[in-house]
């Protein structure tokens, strides 16, 4: 399944770490404005392809473009622009408020020089109140709780203002509602601003429910590729996951959901 319109592409991305090659020739279109979350096991590529997708880290063979031009020609500021990724974890300062670590987001755009100000611009005031956490805006990071902290570094991301948005395991360590809270936000801002994401997910009811496509990684190799409901089924859990078990996809509401029921 190959998007019409793809503003980031892998092709034939392979990387080595010395004498494992953790990809191994993956070919990837991202459609533009659609969700595609990768999955697989631990150790199946994911976080890397999401790295090389970013940028930082540049692939042994194989290319990464970006609108039809190559990621590699671009300097870091200019990736920045385009393209905001969420890592699992973002270092902070003790001390430093949400609105002053928000505003780190706008250094593609502004530059050093425009960093020295502490005025907002339009796209930090927009991060804040779109991610809900504008009421905390003057308080210190570390006196927020976990689900919190999440939202604020997603509005980090957003405050980018780039079209792309790359999501390496957002839900860690979050319990289950901060979890849905979390992933309920990504998908309203979505398609509120027409983002493409591209995140890598661990549970796959949650990847079956907002993803528009899923791509499951077995061993370095792209397995499956496509719609939820086409693709996560008894065989994708035995192949990918070696789980043996039954994949129910029942509709309430109207909205498509999937149950997993393991042998």
Partial sequence: MTPLLSPLRAEGVRVRFGDNEVLKGVDLAVGAGEWLSLLGQNGSGKTTLLRVLAGLLEPSRGAVLLDGGPLEALSRRDIARRIALLPQTTPYVHGLTVRQFVRQGRYAARGPLGMLGESDDEQ????????????????????????QRQRVRLALALAQDAPVLLLDEPTTFLDIRHQIDV????????????????????????????????????????????????????????????????????????????????D
């Fill in 124 to 147: 930090v005031r927009a991060a804040l109140r779109d991610t809900g956490v504008a009421e905390w805006a003057d308080t210190p990071l570390e006196r927020l709780s976990g689900g």
């Fill in 183 to 262: 992933l309920n936000l990504v998908r309203a801002l979505q398609r509120e601003r027409g983002l493409t994401v591209v995140a890598v997910l661990h549970d796959l009811a949650q990847a079956a429910r907002y993803s528009d496509r899923v791509v499951a990684l077995r061993e370095g190799v792209v397995h499956a590729d496509g719609a939820p409901s086409e693709v996560v089924d008894a065989a994708l859990l035995r192949e990918v996951y070696g789980v043996a078990g039954e994949v129910l996809w029942i509709t309430t509401n109207g909205v498509l959901k999937m149950v997993v029921v393991p």
